[in-house]
């Protein structure tokens, strides 16, 4: 066995774990699809001595639509769930473009939006994807839930606002407008690696086709998802090359980029303003008359 010993536990309601976690505090850890924490703990850079497994919790799986469209995730719903969901490429068609940029589908197969967002890795795409739609993080504790931005809800490399008695439950995105245009990319070394640099963008415009609503997101550059604030300002009205442009050198000059292993800081810098432009791009020139989700 590569992991210290451990105790198992797997509830069967969150009322349970979160009974568990009060019980056992900064002894336990969770437990999702294990995609990121199995290897941390055969590394033993954790070593909890119980962990709290979450997939026996029917009511943490699953998408819902509200009657105001918006749809809601379970914290345990599966990548590859949201892949190949028809209310996902109907109702969130930039996430379910995405979803493929996730590792490999055996990854996909057992990876869970909570786990990635809990695990808070600033190149992985969930950050990015529920920033750029400005989605809300659901928290819940033996003392209650509470509602957060996902943008607040990351904090910087592999750090979160969770709490340790606290379980990811729920992320919720808001109506996907009538006439929203997007765009994603991404640079990995290999399919399926984590991005080096991402960038994604939203563009809602109106009837005349001019840009209402702009956002845009860089990830894998810096600590968290790096939101790109005057790009709204600088797409409205009737953008084209020059503005997505110099969106990108805007971007270039505020985000602040790290050196690692996969990438200098420098070479970073060169994709956040290579990859904006290319984003806001997509999101100009492609006719989303397509199906949602064909590969991007
Ligand atoms: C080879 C490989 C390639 C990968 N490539 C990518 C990639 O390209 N892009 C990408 O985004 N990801 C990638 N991943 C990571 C993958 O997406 C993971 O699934 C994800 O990061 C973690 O999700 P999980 O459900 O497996 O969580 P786990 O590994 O089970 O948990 C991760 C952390 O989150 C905590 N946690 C889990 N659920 C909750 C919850 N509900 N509330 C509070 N805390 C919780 C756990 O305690 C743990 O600390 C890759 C993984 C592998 C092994």
Known sequence: VKPCRFDYVAPATLDEALRLLDQHRDDAKLLAGGQSFIPVMNFRLASPAVLIDLNRIQEL????QAHDGSISAGAMTRHRVFEQSELVRSGLSLI???MPYIAHVQIRNRGTIGGSLAHADPSAEWGALCV??????????????RDVAAADFLQGVYATLLEPNEILTRVRFPAWPARRRWGFTELSRRRGDFAIVGAVC???VDENERCSAARVVVFGAGDKPVVIEAAGELLAGAPDAQRSAEVGRLARSVVETRSDHHAS????S??????????????????HDRPAGERI
């Open 202 to 204: 939203t563009i809602d």
């Open 270 to 287: 060169e994709l956040v303003e290579v990859l904006t432009r290319r984003a806001i791009d997509q999101a100009l020139n492609r006719n």
């Open 132 to 145: 750029a739609l400005e989605a809300t993080v659901t928290m819940a504790s033996s003392e209650g839930e």
């Open 265 to 268: 800081a420098a070479y970073r």
């Open 96 to 98: 379910h473009a995405a």
């Open 61 to 64: 799986a699953g998408l819902t």
